[in-house]
């Protein structure tokens, strides 16, 4: 797995959450088989969060444009979705949508 970025979706949520059964998932340690198969593996993996400087809204809609592209291409767009809403992954591109594009899903979804 890369260890580049701390929140990869390859690599598994580094947040800390529980999930809407009331199960505890543990931090930085998921590792879904669906993950080894990830699109985002590889030098443009820092695309799929906000960088650390203050971003402007135009650079962030060019970053996520790319990363959504990568997404719209992987092999495992559905399964890395279905993860970044159950452990409710608060930042970064996960499966095509971007945090607030989860957090509609989510509630439409009412969850
Ligand atoms: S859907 Fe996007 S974020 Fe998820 S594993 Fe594939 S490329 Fe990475």
Do not use: Y
Not at 14 to 33: C, F, H, L, M, R
Not at 41 to 49: L, N, Y
Not at 72 to 94: K, M, N, S
């Amino acid at each position: 797995m890369r260890p580049c970025r701390p929140r990869d979706p390859a690599l598994g949520s580094a947040s800390s959450d529980a999930d809407p059964g009331g199960e505890v998932v543990a931090v930085g340690t998921i590792q879904e088989t669906w993950q080894h198969r990830a699109a985002c593996r590889g030098p443009e993996s820092s695309i799929f969060f906000p960088p650390s400087w203050a971003e402007r809204r135009d650079e962030r809609e060019r970053r996520e444009a790319r990363a959504k592209a990568i997404c719209a291409d992987c092999p495992v767009q559905g399964e890395c979705l279905e993860f970044a809403l159950r452990v409710r992954e608060p930042h970064g591109i996960w499966g095509g949508l971007n945090e607030a594009e989860r957090r509609d899903r989510l509630a439409q979804a009412g969850a």
